[in-house]
């Protein structure tokens, strides 16, 4: 990814975009942990989990034990050894869950500010767009689906950080291969982006990946 797009620059919109259960939060929390490993520090927003669901995820991504297992699962001997050596790796990083905060726009905003003055975040994570709210009369989804990315784009810029927010693709029966065009909402938000990322898992969809992605 730092290759490809020189990977999260400060100032930064980042639009992760796919279809449902494509890997959308696994990426974005594959990006965080990479960043924190090397000294970010970051902050999630989720409209969809827990904070300890999210933290089950890292420690997954650490230990090579399901999320699925480490929440709900009776764990064997070996298990608990690769969990406690993931817990080591990720020992001392930063990354900040606020579960206070809701689904609207402004109290996200709030708390980016927050946590920007007093932990200095380097970055923030909001999963997902449409299930944000935004406190705007008589707009449509569309209308409100911008205003959130416009929003997110200029705190970016003020605060100085990276941010990430996830969205939904329009559903698509002919050609589940996603594109721009599919913005769950509105176009808009990839206008307020500076890079917009899509997932594509064709093997869901019993395709596979055309040229040049093979």
Do not use: H
Not at 55 to 64: D, E, F, H, Y
Not at 83 to 100: A, E, H, L, P
Not at 184 to 213: C, H, W
């Amino acid at each position: 990814l730092d290759s490809r797009s020189g990977g999260m620059q400060k100032s930064d919109l980042t639009i992760i975009a796919a279809d449902s259960s494509q890997g959308k939060t696994a990426f974005a929390m594959s990006i965080v942990m990479n960043a924190a490993l090397k000294g970010a520090s970051c902050a999630i927003y989720s409209m969809e989990m827990k904070k300890e669901q999210l933290t089950a995820r890292i420690m997954a991504m650490q230990s090579g034990v399901s999320s699925s297992s480490i929440l709900y699962k009776k764990l064997t001997a070996q298990q608990y050894d690769m969990i406690d050596r993931g817990i080591g790796k990720i020992t001392g990083t930063k990354i900040y869950f606020d579960d206070r905060s809701t689904s609207s726009i402004d109290n996200i905003i709030s708390s980016i500010r927050t946590l920007k003055l007093k932990y200095d975040i380097d970055g923030a994570v909001v999963d997902y767009l449409q299930m944000l709210s935004v406190n705007m009369k008589n707009a449509n989804d569309e209308k409100l689906m911008a205003e959130c990315a416009r929003r997110l784009k200029n705190l970016a810029k003020e605060m100085n950080i990276w941010i990430i927010a996830l969205s939904q693709l329009s559903r698509s029966n002919d050609n589940p291969e996603p594109n721009k065009d599919r913005l769950r909402s509105s176009g808009q938000i990839n206008e307020a982006a500076d890079n917009t990322i899509l997932i594509y898992r064709p093997e869901v969809y019993g395709k596979y990946y055309k040229e040049p992605f093979q």
